[in-house]
């Protein structure tokens, strides 16, 4: 069946139920615009959206990915890229092996939001699908989507804030959503179908969550709510990843009073998660049983390297490469300059290189004149500004050809262009090194 008549077939299912376009959007939560263009032949539909329509109208499921598998392979090209990053799968599953071994009493729900730190929320789904895995946890309900997409059946922590608008157009069986204000929480309970929610505790963090002289309107409201689920309590580690734990063990002191006053209140809650991965080693006797996998998960180690735990992360492993090809070879005469505003001058003649990675792509241009790309096992200067698409290298006599494979990104942690070192050199955090990297380089898992 091509996409087209799966489209017709759904509008004739639709039609024969006896169901208009707006019962059934009040049934599957699709807004009744959505459905009309499907209807119309819009062809722009995503997978995740069709499945949930097919399902309203009790329609075969299997025909829907089979017209979608169909479409998306006529519709693929084989086309060559001049940039592109690898994810290490089985490292991934090993940086998750590591932590629910060494944390057995917990749960490990891994942290996909930001593009799954820049690598890959589609890809990361679909490594992940093999584990057995309670919650992924994203920020937005754009990257639950995503990752129906490649896993329908997954489910999903919502942690970011949403406009409740929003909320009768979304999908809530296999959502969980983080609350942590009264307005939202009133809206929720008054959607009129079941939502699960976990309510964020402010215990120092001063960004989001509950303070706890504010606790018992919260519990008011959900004893009387007729819709809602409390399964998990959360909340957040402000200084986790610094030297002293001084004020961690404050925070968990403040989430263990919080854990009680709910527990005395509503009974046992399922879900009690404080930690992400720094935190994760310092949180045993917090009284949670769920760890929010984030940097960890793709092989960093956050703790201050004079945390008396640092060593017990230094078994992960990164799993990203990036790498780029050479599309231009030039040859520079001594005093010849480089880039924007001239800030490199050639010292002697000297062969150079260009290749197609830019602040757009990448870098931040604080790395100017100081980071380095490696080619064969050697570690070579980027030359002058970089530019939004494009970055100067200096060869160093290396016979190198045009299109020769350049490593913008080693998972090398030690080398001078590991994400750890970049950062360093850029003057900020790997987290932030990661997420720039730009969602629109091809994702290749290896």
């Known amino acids: 069946m091509e996409q087209k008549d799966l489209l017709q077939t759904l ?16 049934k599957t939560g699709i807004p009744r615009s959505t459905i009309a263009k499907i209807e119309a032949g819009f062809r722009n539909t995503t ?21 979608m598998q169909k479409t998306q392979g006529q519709l693929a090209r084989p086309f060559a890229v001049l940039n592109q990053i690898e994810i290490n799968a089985a490292q991934i599953i090993k940086n998750y092996l590591f932590f629910q071994k060494l944390l057995p009493q917990k749960e490990i729900w891994p942290v996909l939001k930001a593009n799954a730190y820049g ?30 997409e490649v896993n329908p059946q997954q489910k999903i922590l919502l942690i970011g804030p949403t406009l409740r608008e929003n909320f ?18 009133l809206a929720l309970n008054k959607l009129d179908r079941p939502v699960t929610i976990h309510l964020k505790i402010n215990t120092g963090m001063n960004r989001q969550g509950i303070n706890l002289e504010n606790l018992k309107h919260f519990l008011r409201a959900i004893k009387k709510s007729t819709n809602l689920t409390l399964e998990g309590v959360l909340s957040h580690l402000a200084d986790a990843d610094g030297a002293s734990d001084v004020f961690t063990r404050q925070q968990i002191k403040k989430f263990q009073v ?14 009690k998660h404080l930690a992400a991965t720094a935190g994760s080693v310092k949180s045993e006797n917090s009284g949670d049983n769920v760890v929010r996998l984030g940097l960890g998960l793709y092989g960093y180690n956050p703790l201050h390297p004079k945390d008396k735990n640092y060593k017990k992360l230094n078994n992960l492993r990164p799993v990203l490469r990036f790498t780029s090809k050479i ?20 010292p002697h003649a000297m062969t150079v290189a260009v290749l197609p990675v830019g602040y757009f792509d990448f870098y931040d241009r604080s790395l100017s004149n100081r980071a380095h790309v490696k080619i064969g096992g050697k570690f070579l200067p980027i030359l002058g500004r970089i530019c939004m698409n494009l970055v100067v290298i200096d060869l160093k006599n290396l016979p190198a050809k045009l299109h020769d494979s350049v490593e913008i990104i080693s998972p090398k942690s030690q080398d001078q262009n590991s994400i750890i070192n970049l950062a360093k050199l850029a003057d900020t955090i790997p987290y932030e090194t990661l997420v720039k990297i730009n969602s629109s380089i091809r994702r290749v898992v290896v």
């Open 47 to 67: 997978l995740n959206t069709l499945h949930e329509l097919a399902d309203g109208l009790n329609f075969d499921l299997a025909l829907v990915r089979k017209a």
């Open 119 to 148: 690598h890959g929320i589609k890809e990361l789904t679909q490594i992940l699908k093999k584990l057995s895995i309670t919650y992924l946890v994203v920020d937005s309900y754009y990257e639950a989507l995503q990752i129906w």
């Open 258 to 271: 919080a854990l009680q006053v709910i527990e005395n209140k509503l009974g046992p809650i399922k879900y």
């Open 327 to 346: 599309t231009n070879i030039l040859d520079l005469k001594k005093g010849d300059t480089v880039s924007y505003s001239r800030t490199f001058a050639a």
């Open 168 to 185: 009768a157009h979304m999908k809530w069986d296999k959502l969980a959503i983080v609350v942590y204000d009264l307005e939202t929480l």
């Open 11 to 26: 509008k004739t299912q639709r039609q024969n139920s006896g169901l208009t376009q707006e019962q059934l959007a009040a």
